[in-house]
């Protein structure tokens, strides 16, 4: 089981995550990636998918064109945990591939 991280470990994660951003109303970080064009885009996505059905932890996220949007939140905790933190940070080393 998870926990949901506490103000202090969610804002010492945030600095760690370059661009990421923690939204109070949706109790989620928010990233918006921008590729050169859709296929690159597309990649990325495929890519996170694969590794979200490894991590059992899956975004929510919408894509038009070359550009994703990326919520992320623990829906069992009620926000934001190390699961989130952890596909944040794999997120952006696939981004910067």
Known sequence: MVDELTDTARSEALQSLSGWDYDAGSKALKKR???KGFSAAWAFMS???L???KMDHHPEWFNVY???DVNLTTHDVGG???RDTDMAAAMDAFFNA
């Open 33 to 35: 990636y921008v590729f």
């Open 47 to 49: 890519r996170v998918a």
């Open 51 to 53: 590794l979200a059905e």
């Open 66 to 68: 070359n550009k994703v």
């Open 80 to 82: 934001v945990s190390h």
